[in-house]
């Protein structure tokens, strides 16, 4: 009897231009880029439309229905807000992090939530056997009820196991083990995670149910495999930490259906990723009062305040040049604020090792902390304490002023809700906040800055005595 399925046959396109060839070439004629063919897979076989227009048809804007399917809503309030208010059916959403940071545990959790409202999740993982599963759904106290697990590579395998379950939502954990048998290449390679890519991307827009891809990243923090990964998804979305840390901030990098600027925040946990109500608080739980080298700024996670604890300490250095070491802020800010607060504000720290910290373990990259930065390396040089009620948020310019920062509002609502009395501000900022319960103390520049915060006649004395 004749077949009447056609089978794939495979060819190899050049991810530069997109010249085809039958065979593997390590030199494309077209573009003349090396190394840039990649095995595919043709169907001959229509995949057809993915909306409700029929394959190959044109509809009116003023005629298109909107669908009018409601997000999936997660027990995860942190999620939610990264998705900007649940998942979309039908919509891929990539989930990327280092190594053991945490994307399996909290995709399960996602997964057991959904589950308890009476729905089906199909949970398949190519890298850990089911008792595996089991063993950390146990720990995380996770029961079992429509949550099904099915340990599978093979990418036919886990959309038919789709289609005879119809799921509210499936979770691929990763993208990166799972294969077509008509590639011969090995599972990860960037031809696989294009081609099993396309297809859950197109499973997902025609059943309209949700998937939830994991992917890993490479040494140097990118998403691993080809970029249209990226551009195929819906969602991008990254689990950061440091390895030292237990604190994880789910970011979204791309979103088809929301903001691109929100940030979830979780702590890692043995019962798994527990959200954290009020970070800034958590963030702020160590700090001593009127303590010496350390400045609290309210900045902008998104559209999120977070109250942050910026740490600084200056040593003689005993090298021919002095070291700059930063954890947590970008390099280049922590050479501008030293080189300001040398040249415009006259503090001598060419001969000074400058070691900057932001406690547990959060980056800050926007401009705003240049003040905290600034404050907290001076107050170190003269071993003076800031009050501990204050907080300061300011961008520095290269002549000493302070700049604008965008949200003040924001920052200060939150600044107060963490119970800091004052706080300094650049003068500009000044006009548009006239109504807030926090003192606010308008500055011009940073020298002025520094007079006002740090309390020189506080200066304690150390442990020898002097
Ligand atoms: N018993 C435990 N108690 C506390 N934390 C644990 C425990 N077991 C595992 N963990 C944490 O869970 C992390 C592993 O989480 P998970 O497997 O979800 O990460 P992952 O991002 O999926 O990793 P991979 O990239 O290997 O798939 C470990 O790094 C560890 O921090
Ligand atoms: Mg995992």
């Given at each position: 009897m004749a077949k009447n399925k056609q089978h794939p046959k495979t060819i190899f396109i050049c991810q530069q231009c997109g010249k085809e060839s039958p065979k593997w070439l390590g030199h494309c004629p077209e573009c003349n880029q090396w190394n840039t063919f990649i095995e595919s897979v043709v169907r001959t076989t229509k995949r057809g439309s993915i909306s409700q227009i029929p394959a190959g048809e044109a509809l009116e804007l003023d005629q298109v229905i909107i669908e009018s399917r409601p997000r999936l809503i997660l027990h995860s309030k942190e999620f939610n807000r990264v998705l900007g208010g649940g998942i979309v059916p039908g919509s891929l959403v990539l989930v990327s992090g280092d190594p053991g940071i945490g994307k399996s545990t909290l995709l399960l959790q996602i997964s057991s939530t959904i589950s308890q409202d009476n729905k089906k999740v199909l949970y398949v993982s190519g890298e850990e056997s089911a008792s595996q599963i089991k063993l950390r759904a146990t720990r995380l106290g996770i029961t079992g009820e429509?949550?099904?697990?099915?340990?599978?590579?093979?990418?036919?395998?886990?959309?038919?196991r789709m289609e005879e379950l119809s799921p509210a939502l499936v979770v691929v954990d990763s993208i990166q083990t799972v294969a077509v048998d008509e590639l011969d290449s090995a599972p990860g390679s960037v031809g696989q995670i294009r081609e099993c890519t396309m297809q859950l991307m197109h499973k997902a827009k025609t059943s309209g149910i949700p998937i939830l891809i994991t992917?890993?990243?490479?040494?140097?923090?990118?998403?691993?495999?080809?970029?249209?990964?990226?551009?195929?998804?819906?969602?991008v979305l990254c689990l950061e930490g440091e390895n030292f840390s237990?604190?994880?901030?789910?970011r979204s990098i791309k979103n088809r259906f929301g903001s691109t600027n929100e940030v979830g925040i979780f702590e890692m946990k043995s019962k798994g990723m527990i959200e954290l109500d009020n970070p800034s608080k958590v963030f702020l739980s160590e700090r001593p009062q009127d303590t010496i080298a350390s400045a609290v700024v309210p900045t902008l996670e998104g559209s999120r305040p977070l109250m942050v604890e910026i740490q600084a300490l200056t040593t003689t250095t005993s090298f021919g040049l002095p070291r700059r070491t930063t954890n947590g802020i970008d390099f280049s800010r922590l050479i501008l604020v030293t080189a300001v607060l040398s040249n415009r504000a006259g503090i001598p720290l060419a001969n000074q090792d400058i070691i900057i910290n932001v406690t547990g373990g959060l980056k800050v990259s926007e401009p705003a902390a240049d003040l905290g930065i600034a404050l907290a390396i001076a107050s170190s040089f003269y071993n003076?304490?800031?009050?501990?009620?204050?907080a300061a948020v300011g961008e520095i310019g290269l002549s000493g002023e302070l700049r604008h920062v965008p949200q003040l509002d924001r920052r200060l609502s939150e600044t107060s809700r963490m119970g800091f009395s004052q706080c300094l501000v650049p003068q500009t900022c000044l006009k548009d906040n006239s109504s807030t319960n926090i003192d606010l103390i308008g500055i011009h520049s940073l020298r002025q800055a520094l007079k006002k915060a740090l309390n020189r006649s506080k200066r304690p004395e150390n442990s020898l005595g002097i």
């Open positions: 429509g949550l099904y697990i099915l340990p599978e590579t093979n990418i036919e395998a886990i959309l038919q992917g890993h990243v490479t040494k140097d923090g990118t998403i691993a495999g080809p970029k249209i990964l990226e551009h195929i998804v819906d969602v237990t604190y994880r901030l789910l003076a304490p800031i009050d501990s009620s204050l």
